[in-house]
């Protein structure tokens, strides 16, 4: 069968990284008796560059684009910005803006970030090995909801909850939650952890927040239905405490957009580099795919930068948006294996590495694709 993967290289190192995450699929492919049709799409510094030169009106996220995005079966995003697009006036579309709109128009609500500890790597961090091995979990953050799209109010003159009695300036942030919100990002983590090690760790702090109270019946009302997973609680507090104090723990969390937002920001720290870390971002249709890192404008053109995080956010379009589970498998694999014989780009080179084991973007895809078998 065929399936059109809508790509947008972006700026930077996202045309270099892409190359090799379509190298990867089209060997993906020939295992599984596939056909990847993946068509390039403009976003970013790129599209802005282009859509001045044909005269305007000048987008981040051209028609074009977002109706390619919609017909595909999924989003493969590289990154976007740059120096060359930071520097203009103010009201000047900026590239970033591209990647709002995108996550926007495909009504994205779910955000995930895996974090594995790939064994070779274990000890280029800067954890205690021990506790790093054995670590692989999947944070699933609420994405559209919660504190960040809240009310946000200033107000003059008014008293605080908290206050002494003064009267001055007063702000407030309102975290709301409908349990339909709470309940079909639940239902995405459990089914997740159905396919994985069966175990839920749901975040809240339910013991100062309604929104929380809410979070935590709902998400033991969803668990009932899978009787193959465990849910378990856990205070946001506690949790960002075992995150680093016992990783390994941890099969799925999942949390509100706050609480998400930060615990994945501390968790991707154990594995230490960026250039190993991918993330998606789902809705009930078309999802999007990414590594974590940015467009590295320092390194770009000079073909030294790690694809990893982006063949492993292909690994997660392969397992989620496409339901291609054992070829997710063998491309994690095939990367661990890479790694296991010590080949690396720079990034994640260290003074153990070999000189003759370092790799330039290109050669790192061809080994991963080498290791498919
Ligand atoms: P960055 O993630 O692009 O780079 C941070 C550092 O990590 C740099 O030294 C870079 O060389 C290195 N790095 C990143 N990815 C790498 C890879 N695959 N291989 C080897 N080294 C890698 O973050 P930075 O420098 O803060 O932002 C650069 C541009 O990227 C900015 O315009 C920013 O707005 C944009 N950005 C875009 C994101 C996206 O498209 N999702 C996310 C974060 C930043
Ligand atoms: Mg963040």
């Known amino acids: 069968r065929t399936y059109r993967i809508c790509t947008l290289p972006g700026d930077g190192i996202g045309p270099e990284i ?7 699929l089209a060997a993906v492919g020939a295992r599984h008796d596939v056909e990847f049709v993946c068509t390039d799409q403009l976003i970013g510094g790129a599209a802005i560059d282009a859509t001045t ?80 091995e054995g670590v692989d979990l999947l944070i699933v953050r609420e994405l559209t909801g919660g504190l960040y799209f809240g009310a946000h109010e200033r107000e003059w ?37 159905s396919r994985r090690r069966g175990r839920v760790c749901s975040v809240d702090k339910a013991n100062v927040l309604e929104t929380s109270r809410m979070w ?43 609480f998400g937002d930060i615990l994945s920001d501390e968790a991707s720290m154990l594995t ?5 870390l991918a993330s998606a971002s789902l809705g009930d249709g078309v999802a999007l795919y990414e590594p974590s890192h940015g467009s590295a404008p320092d390194i770009a053109g000079r073909g030294i930068a790690n694809p990893i995080a982006q063949v492993l956010s292909v690994e997660l379009m392969l397992r989620y948006s496409l339901g291609m589970d054992e070829a997710a498998d063998e491309l994690s694999a095939a ?38 078998g």
């Open 272 to 276: 230490g580099s960026l250039g190993m």
């Open 335 to 372: 990367v661990t294996r890479v790694l296991d014989e010590g080949w690396r780009t720079v990034d994640i080179a260290d003074e153990l590495t070999a000189a003759d084991r370092v790799l330039g973007t290109s050669a790192m895809g061809d080994k991963i694709v080498e290791a498919l």
């Open 18 to 24: 892409i190359a090799e995450a379509k190298k990867v």
């Open 53 to 132: 030169e044909a005269g305007g009106p000048v987008s981040a996220l051209p028609d074009t684009t977002l109706e390619a995005a919609r017909a595909s079966d999924a989003v493969l995003l590289a990154a976007v910005g740059g120096p060359k697009w930071t520097n203009t006036n103010a009201g000047a579309i900026r590239p970033e803006q591209g990647l709002l709109a995108i996550r926007k128009e495909l009504g994205l609500y779910l955000n995930l970030r895996p974090v594995r500890m790939f064994r070779a790597l274990v000890g280029a961090s800067s954890l205690k090995p021990e506790l790093l």
């Open 216 to 258: 935590r019946e709902v998400a033991h009302a969803v668990g009932a239905e899978f009787p193959e997973v465990t849910i378990e609680d856990m205070y946001v507090d506690n949790a960002s405490m075992q995150l680093v104090a016992n990783p390994a723990q941890f099969d799925v969390l999942v949390t509100e957009n706050t």
């Open 157 to 193: 003159g008014v008293e605080g909850a908290g206050g002494n009695g003064a009267r001055g300036e007063f702000a407030r942030d309102t975290m709301e939650y409908s349990e339909y919100e709470v309940e079909r990002v639940v239902r995405w983590a459990c089914q997740a952890a």
